[in-house]
């Protein structure tokens, strides 16, 4: 089998936000729509979305949407005014800090916490081992 | 408001699995069983899960699991012999390694790259922010 030349990139920007307004973070409907809305503005294409929210004092909202591209996932605590955000995209066409500034403009922390980690293959991993 | 002593605990083991066998990463109702047993293992209460199969070269399956500490995923690349985890999980009496071992032994890659982030809350950012 002919060597591939391509690789898969992946792009993950998670993080937490703290100070997020409780009618924001107990809202589902909305958050949803920030969740869709940020991963487009990452220039990624929304698969399925997904949400719930959970009960209790641990509870909050969890908004999980499946793009083509990989995934967003956001979980709320309403209850310690939190939330952490994953963003992870594939593909040179998708850019993941688009999706955090909107996350930043809709949700209105007042502190975060970000991080960026590259997911791509990694091609010193994959000559390591012959292709079949 | 009394100041609230705990935090959100979190845990996130993530990484890229390469070398996956072919008829495994393809195999959509087995890697939703597997990312199931995964949560389980971990000590996590699954609340949804949602699986997908998304057709192209660079499409793959997606097993997407809501559990109540957070969420676990896992994306195939199956023309690629390629896969990639994240196993986040809240909360003092999940393990989310022991979902990690069982990824392991159930998709026996050839090669893998692992990494862990504590995603709890910061107390250093929480004490920069006085509490409503």
């Known amino acids: 089998m002919e060597r591939r030349e391509d690789v898969i990139v992946g792009k993950h920007v998670y993080g937490s936000l703290y100070g997020v ?8 409907e909305y958050l ?23 009960p209790g004092e641990k509870g909050g909202v969890s908004v999980i949407v499946l793009v083509l591209e990989s995934h967003l996932a956001l979980h709320t605590w309403p209850e310690y ?15 993941p800090w688009k999706a955090f500034e909107l996350l930043l403009s809709e949700l209105k922390p007042r502190k975060y916490t970000v991080h960026y980690v590259d997911r791509s293959q990694e091609k010193t991993v994959l000559e390591a081992q012959p292709r079949r």
């Open 21 to 28: 307004p409780r009618e924001k973070a107990t809202d589902e």
């Open 32 to 54: 949803r729509g920030v969740v869709v809305r940020a991963a487009e503005s990452a220039g990624a294409t929304v698969h399925a979305v997904n949400s719930w929210t959970i």
């Open 81 to 95: 005014d939190y939330a952490t955000f994953d963003i992870y995209t594939c593909g040179e066409h998708t850019d």
